[in-house]
């Protein structure tokens, strides 16, 4: 029997996708996935490294792991994937020498090659932090059951990886290394087989996915490459949503915000991080826009799209931000009316400039300003929430809610979620219900009026 595997990830829908690449890449050469750590034959932690917490999660299981499979189970491998993993490399072995198999995010595609050595004896322990051209088209295979009733609706789409900005805070264009962006003909390829099993939207993943093709594919009638694809994802038939994330401020041209008016299956959702909502931290951090431009791109999209659904991310507190600049951050949140915002506690990371900034805040000084932020963002999201009341709404039905799993779950085009009294049959179904009741971050939708089409 070929051995079992689970992997466990930590942090953003590109790892997500990643650990689901890496289950397909080892379901294909005959491993299976197991149900749980207990009885998995290997252990693998796709890693975070965007804030230490993240880093320090993965670290403290590894240990508790190793220390519980040197005593139960000692033949289990373990090992670790993704953004840590190419940050400390080696280290992670040193550290832990439990660990036997260290890869890093151009290698991903690799593992399946590297548990086969360690299982056939070959190497006891692997290391692989090195680039590899071409590896932003190895995360490509799914897992899909086919055209079944358990087939998911959804899908992620890796279209890129890397990054080029280089904000001052961010350790991601170290970890995840430069941009380098698939082919417009391989990433529909890829969509089209999606579509073919049955999934009815995708999400286009890249760290800053509007950055899309920007070295490889020529403007062409003033669309940027990442406009190109969205035309090409548009045209597959079976694909009836597209979203994307997470963008930057500085991919939203007129082409894109035109696109929206002119892409139906493109829906009314953006994420857009905006870090902050003072200039001058603007500019400490890189990120190469002002609130007034942000503003703008905000008002654009409004304007094709009423409807839109923004969210953003925020950070607190940058090292030498005042209670002047966090005021305009508020005041930003306030004027944007964001439908909900992720507030990033700053964590200084290795090797980024900002970890070497003066002004670094106290852990007591960013909770104050966290939980006033939260409160705000909170306030504003609820009264968001409150106006889809008595609205009909669009979703597209994903399956059974997580939290109660006798309820089905969908999404509005503009990204809420609504949980209404549905069944199996509603799975994989675009359809309008009548919003009842909001709660916190979640609609309820009347079963009653269902009318499904
Ligand atoms: N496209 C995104 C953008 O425009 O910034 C990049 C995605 S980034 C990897 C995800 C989020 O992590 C960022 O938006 C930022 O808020 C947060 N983040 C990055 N570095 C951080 C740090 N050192 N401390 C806290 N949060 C951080």
Do not use: W
């Not at 670790?80 to 660990?99: E, H, N, W, Y």
């Not at 070295?215 to 090409?232: H, M, N, T, W, Y």
């Amino acid at each position: 029997m070929m051995p079992s595997v689970y992997i466990k990830t930590y942090g953003c829908q590109m790892n997500e996708r990643d650990s689901e690449a890496v289950a397909a890449q080892l379901v294909a050469k005959g491993y299976t996935l197991a149900s749980s750590e207990a009885v998995a034959d290997v252990i693998l932690l796709n890693t975070c490294s965007v804030r230490d917490a993240a880093e320090q999660k993965a670290i403290g299981k590894m240990q508790t792991l190793a220390a519980e499979m040197r005593r139960t189970r000692p033949e289990v491998v373990l090992g670790f994937l993704g953004c840590m993993a190419q940050s400390r490399g080696q280290q992670l072995i040193d550290k832990l020498p439990d660990v036997d198999l260290v890869v890093g995010t151009q290698k991903f595609h690799r593992t399946a090659d590297y548990l086969d050595d360690i299982f056939a004896g070959k190497r006891t322990k692997v290391v692989d932090v090195g680039e590899e051209q071409g590896s932003e088209a190895a995360i490509r295979e799914h897992i899909l059951n086919g055209n079944t009733a358990e087939s998911p609706v959804t899908a992620f789409v890796s279209i890129m990886q890397g990054c080029n900005q280089y904000c001052t805070f961010c350790i991601v264009p170290y970890t995840r290394g430069g941009e380098r962006s698939r082919t417009i003909p391989d990433i529909v390829a890829e969509c089209r087989e999606l579509a073919a099993r049955g999934v009815r939207e995708i999400t286009l993943l890249g760290q800053i996915v509007t950055s899309y093709g920007k070295r490889d594919i020529p403007v062409r009638d003033g669309k940027s490459g990442f406009v190109q694809l969205l035309e090409a994802v548009h045209e597959i038939e079976g694909v009836e949503r597209i979203r994307f994330t997470s963008p930057h401020p500085k991919g939203y041209g007129d082409d894109l915000v035109e696109a929206y008016a002119r892409l139906p299956k493109l829906v009314e959702s953006a994420h857009l991080p905006v870090q902050s909502g003072s200039d001058r931290l603007l500019k400490l951090m890189h990120r190469g826009y002002t609130r007034e431009r942000f503003l703008g791109i905000i008002e654009k999209l409004r304007r094709v799209r009423p409807e839109m659904g923004i969210t953003t991310d925020i950070i607190v507190v940058l090292p030498g931000e005042t209670e002047l600049d966090f005021e305009e951050t508020l005041s930003l949140a306030r004027e944007v009316e964001f439908d909900n915002a992720y507030i990033f506690k700053y964590s200084p990371r290795k090797d980024t400039p900002a970890a070497a900034m003066p002004g670094q805040v106290a852990q007591a000084a960013k909770e104050e300003r966290n939980a006033r932020l939260l409160a705000l963002i909170n306030e504003i999201g609820a009264r968001h929430y409150e106006k889809c009341v008595g609205r009909q709404e669009q979703i597209l039905v994903e399956g059974p809610s997580k939290k109660n799993p006798a309820r089905m779950m969908g999404r509005t085009r503009n990204n809420k979620i609504v949980v209404f009294e549905g069944s199996g049959r509603h799975r994989g179904q675009i359809m309008d219900v009548k919003i009842k009741r909001a709660g916190s971050f979640t609609l309820y939708g009347d079963p009653a009026i269902l009318n499904v089409d």
